[in-house]
């Protein structure tokens, strides 16, 4: 939603508190910008009081020489003088006020919308001031703090300082405030009060911040004769805004349009510099070296990235065209966002901890962020009814780093009587691999992708693949239908030998218990347990777990393995003979191991909190993150059972999980955990998506086991595009297969297919571009949990558009 233009400079005001001056000092700015020679837009969006207190018609009346260059507008008036959100509650009624009164997303495309209009109206050089309401927390129409309300428009903000007792620490508060919210603050004007001087204060405060202070000489008392006041105040004006174009005023008009330039400069020449400096993950530099390659992302909030586009349209300093304009985040920022870019929740959560911790070392430490996050995740999160102990690390990869120890130690102690004399002397063996699923992926450190086929993508120089990994059956929506497809070796195991199963709808697929005595199931298990004898009576590798990507494998192309398959996958490892040393106790695993990495997959990203709900089985150690922290700060959680833990618990410390990161449980990171799983907790109990669950189940009233904001005729028609193969949508995630396409991650089909969607809709005012990514052959488009409706229906829209012309 934000904009920006060569020629239209746009600041918004606002103020440190009511009755600080705010209109006066606008009507200073206004009228300086006209005696400059350029044209004035002053915008109002919304005002209360009668018509003629009226902030737009208090700046008609004092525009000066040149008023004949400034167009004044308001947006929302009410004749309440009373706070927005009252007096537009007054004015519709208690019965229809909810779905009168305009919402923020109203009131912030109704700006963004007139500020568009104003420049297109002029290609000279151009001034606009947004004047906001009250204070910056002052309510909006909705009844929601404007300073947040706002904040999609990412406008840069003068803030008009309060020169009254206690207005040093109310404008430092509000400056703060917009900090905190990412805006950008060119300057402070405040008016010269001598007996407090506040303004003193503040310049040096200021001063240190590299914010200008414009002080301004504060307005005569107001007379009680309207024509000796009015007069007054056209003094006022002519003597601090004066013809001669010098003071204050001018001051900062200079500053403000230098600050004007600088930024777009900053843009002008991001591009080169990133390709000058910057070596980008999963990026191929040899295939983009041209500056318009870059995605330079001035800002974000809610699902959209704010991309200048200069280097694509060409705009020159006379352009009506906006340099930024709206790109979805159609990849969620790789699976981390949940709760949309810049949610103020989850920033003033990570201040809470910053300012009360810092960071503070955690070794036989505790803080409260920490120990609620790890009661939270294992007494009633994804841990509930299997886990006692919550590792918090810093990333996913780490967390998968730190399962894999748990997992392979666990196995190593209660298999410790039948170690070699060799590895008795060792004091552990080395011979140790896993048991996982191709095309797998758990992170870019060398442990994780040791613990993954070596399938040249993820890899480097020292990776070691140990382990063995199944081809796995996968399921997906072809031609309209959902089909299981098999890999050839269990292919030939059924009574058709075909490579296409139709089990049934998505509801029955992912029936797992009711699926368990099927035919196929019966092809799973003996399949399963003829691999495994083979493996375990071949080789040196001792496998000592199990490591699954539950329900889907993102990174190596959304793959949804049939949850069938890996339900019997667990079941049998945990029953096999093969592991029969093994045996299993009361609350302890048996078998292997099992690793669940959730770190894409769990806390609702597919719809579910955890994918054991689906899989009716529960692992001995998982890991979460991503969406643990909403997208704002990296963590992740490892989580384990009584008896994993058991096997590091002694009194040699060697026998310890010596395992650790500076960060480990950083409190930032463990706050903002805390307050993005609070909202989403709220979301899920909340009936935030009963709407699209609805459109997911098969009966009236039953609840769907998986579903998908993503619309069930849309994902249905989607599949029998003649350019697509094959398509899957669960939860916030759709993936589509590009048809006739076998080269897997080293294509660049979907790439080039989709590649119209990057850019907004010309035909289109609302539209916006979608940035997304793909994965060779697949494409994905992934939202938020809180992704509203209409954003959804566009996006999928635009998607079915932008295919037509591979189907003509």
């Given at each position: 939603m934000s904009v920006l233009f060569h020629h239209l400079r746009v600041h918004q005001v606002f103020g440190a508190n009511t009755d600080v001056g705010k209109t006066l000092?606008?009507?200073?700015?206004?009228?300086?910008?006209?005696?400059?020679?350029?044209?004035?837009?002053?915008?109002?969006?919304?005002?209360?009081?009668?018509?003629?207190?009226a902030d737009d018609e208090y700046i008609t009346r004092f525009a000066g020489p040149k008023a004949s260059s400034i167009q004044s507008r308001c947006l929302f008036r009410y004749s309440d003088p009373v706070s927005p959100h009252l007096a537009a509650q007054r004015e519709h009624g208690a019965d229809e006020a909810q779905l009168s009164i305009p919402s923020d997303g109203t009131l912030v495309k109704a700006i963004r919308s007139h500020i568009h209009e104003c420049a297109r109206a002029t290609r000279e050089r151009a001034h606009m001031y947004v004047e906001t309401a009250g204070g910056v927390?002052?309510?909006?129409?909705?009844?929601?703090?404007?300073?947040?309300?706002?904040?999609?428009?990412?406008?840069?903000?003068?803030?008009?300082?309060?020169?009254?007792?206690?207005?040093?620490?109310?404008?430092?508060?509000?400056?703060?405030?917009?900090?905190?919210?990412?805006?950008?603050?060119d300057a402070v004007m405040i008016f010269r009060e001598e007996y407090y001087r506040n303004w003193e204060y503040l310049r040096s405060y200021f001063a240190e911040r590299d914010i200008n202070v414009a002080v301004v000489d504060p307005p005569p008392p107001k007379h009680a004769d309207p024509a000796l006041n009015l007069a007054s105040t056209d003094e006022y004006y002519q003597n601090i805004v004066p013809e001669a174009q010098n003071g204050s005023v001018f001051d900062l008009l200079n500053h403000l349009d230098d600050r004007h330039a600088n930024r777009i400069e900053e843009l002008n020449t991001m591009p080169k510099r990133t390709l000058d400096t910057v070596w980008w993950p999963f990026?191929?530099?040899?295939?983009?070296?041209?500056?318009?390659?870059?995605?330079?992302?001035?800002?974000?909030?809610?699902d959209e990235f704010s991309v200048f586009n200069g280097r694509r349209t060409q705009a020159s300093v006379d352009s009506t065209k906006s340099l930024l304009e709206p790109q979805f985040d159609g990849s969620a920022s790789w699976w981390t966002q949940a709760l949309g870019h810049a949610n103020p929740a989850l920033t003033m959560a990570a201040a809470r901890a910053a300012g009360r911790y810092g960071h503070v070392m955690f070794p036989q430490g505790s803080h409260l962020p920490a120990l609620k996050l790890a009661e939270r995740l294992v007494k009633s999160g994804p841990g509930k009814g299997w886990a006692s102990r919550a590792y918090i690390s810093d990333n996913g990869s780490s967390g998968m780093e730190i399962?894999?120890?748990?997992?392979?130690?666990?196995?190593?102690?209660?298999?410790?009587?039948?170690?070699?004399?060799?590895?008795?002397?060792?004091?552990?063996?080395?011979?140790?691999?896993?048991?996982?699923?191709?095309?797998?992926?758990?992170?870019?450190?060398?442990?994780?992708?040791?613990?993954?086929?070596?399938?040249?993508?993820?890899?480097c120089e020292w990776h070691d693949a140990k382990g063995y990994w199944f081809d796995p059956p996968t399921v997906g929506v072809r031609d309209g239908r959902m089909v299981v497809s098999l890999p050839p070796a269990i292919a030939a195991l059924t009574e058709s030998g075909e490579a296409e199963v139709n089990e049934g709808p998505i509801q029955v697929v992912y029936s797992v218990e009711e699926r368990l005595d099927s035919d196929l199931a019966e092809v799973y298990r003996a399949f399963i347990q003829d691999m495994l004898v083979k493996i375990t009576s071949q080789g040196d590798l001792?496998?000592?777990?199990?490591?699954?990507?539950?329900?889907?494998?993102?990174?190596?192309?959304?793959?949804?393995?049939?949850?069938?398959?890996?339900?019997?996958?667990?079941?049998?490892?945990?029953?096999?003979?093969?592991?029969?040393?093994?045996?299993?106790?009361?609350?302890?695993?048996?078998?292997?191991?099992?690793?669940?990495?959730?770190?894409?997959?769990?806390?609702?990203?597919?719809?579910m909190e955890r994918t054991s709900d689906v899989l009716g089985v529960t692992p001995d150690v998982a890991v979460n993150a991503k969406i643990l922290t909403g997208g704002l700060v990296p963590l992740a959680v490892t989580l384990a059972t009584q008896s994993v833990f058991d096997a590091f618990y002694g009194a040699d410390k060697a026998d310890a999980l010596l395992h650790g990161h500076s960060?480990?449980?950083?409190?930032?990171?463990?706050?903002?955990?805390?307050?993005?799983?609070?909202?989403?907790?709220?979301?899920?109990k909340g009936g935030a998506w009963d709407e699209a669950k609805a459109a997911w189940r098969v009966a009236e009233g039953e609840s769907p086991k998986v579903w998908s904001?993503?619309?069930?005729?849309?994902?249905?028609?989607?599949?029998?595009?003649?350019?697509?193969g094959e398509v899957m949508a669960m939860g916030t995630v759709l993936a589509l297969k590009i048809a006739g396409d076998s080269q897997g991650y080293q294509s660049h089909s979907a790439q080039k297919l989709l590649e119209g969607l990057r850019v907004a809709a010309e035909d289109d005012e609302s539209s916006f571009g979608i940035n997304y990514r793909t994965l060779g052959n697949v494409a994905y488009f992934m939202l938020s949990l809180n992704t509203p409706t209409e954003t959804v229906r566009h996006i999928e829209d635009r998607i079915w558009r932008t295919l037509q012309p591979a189907e003509a």
């Open positions: 000092l606008t009507t200073a700015l206004v009228r300086a910008s006209s005696l400059t020679g350029k044209a004035v837009y002053y915008l109002k969006p919304v005002s209360t009081g009668p018509l003629q207190d927390h002052s309510p909006t129409l909705s009844g929601s703090t404007q300073i947040d309300a706002y904040r999609p428009l990412f406008l840069p903000t003068i803030l008009v300082g309060d020169h009254k007792l206690g207005g040093i620490s109310a404008t430092i508060s509000s400056y703060e405030s917009l900090l905190l919210r990412g805006y950008i603050v990026v191929q530099h040899g295939l983009f070296k041209e500056e318009k390659d870059v995605n330079v992302i001035d800002s974000a909030s809610g399962a894999l120890k748990m997992a392979l130690r666990a196995y190593a102690v209660r298999e410790r009587e039948h170690w070699t004399n060799e590895e008795l002397a060792q004091g552990r063996p080395k011979n140790l691999g896993v048991l996982g699923l191709k095309g797998s992926y758990h992170g870019d450190t060398i442990g994780a992708m040791d613990a993954c086929e070596d399938s040249g993508v993820y890899t001792k496998l000592a777990a199990l490591v699954l990507e539950p329900i889907v494998m993102g990174a190596g192309g959304m793959i949804f393995v049939d949850p069938l398959f890996q339900r019997i996958l667990v079941d049998s490892v945990r029953s096999s003979p093969c592991f029969s040393k093994t045996v299993r106790r009361e609350g302890s695993w048996s078998g292997l191991p099992v690793i669940f990495d959730e770190v894409f997959a769990g806390l609702y990203r597919l719809g960060y480990t449980a950083y409190p930032v990171g463990c706050e903002v955990a805390n307050e993005s799983l609070r909202i989403i907790d709220g979301m899920a904001f993503w619309d069930p005729d849309f994902v249905g028609e989607l599949s029998k595009s003649e350019a697509v």
